[in-house]
Nanobody, 124 residues
Framework: QVQLVESGGGSVQAGGSLTLSCAAS???????MGWFRQAPGKEREGVAS????????AYAESVKGRFTISQDNAEKLLYLQMNILKPEDTAMYYC??????????????????WGQGTQVTVSS
């Protein structure tokens, strides 16, 4: 079992920045840690993932160059630095862990554990 708690969401104007954090009860080795988001009426989509062990990262095309995922293994923290935010980034953001994932996983079915989510709202 992996417990996940997100924080750092909020409201920001377009062009602004936010950093999301996710506190994990543990970081199993060779696990994917990911950020997903879901806007009202839309499917949940993978935003970014990082492979614990070699720090390989993957990003959705829509956030490449703007978002950065990172992790602090000692503190069991996962981060998502979000820059140049756009109104279309508005969504509930979820932290997830996938102990049996393939590196670079951005599909929700590859993740077993989920946080409760933190809301990000970007106004134009």
């Amino acid at each position: 079992q992996v417990q996940l708690v997100e924080s750092g969401g909020g409201s920001v104007q377009a062009g602004g920045s936010l950093t999301l954090s996710c506190a994990a009860s543990r970081f199993p080795y060779r696990t994917c840690m990911g950020w997903f988001r879901q806007a009202p009426g839309k499917e949940r989509e993978g935003v970014a993932s990082i492979y614990i062990g070699d720090n390989r990262t993957a990003y959705a095309e829509s956030v490449k160059g703007r978002f950065t995922i990172s992790q602090d293994n000692a503190e069991k923290l996962l981060y998502l630095q979000m820059n140049i935010l756009k109104p279309e980034d508005t969504a509930m953001y979820y932290c997830a862990a996938g102990p049996l994932c393939r590196p670079g996983a951005l599909k929700s079915y590859e993740y077993n554990y989920w946080g409760q989510g933190t809301q990000v709202t970007v106004s134009s």
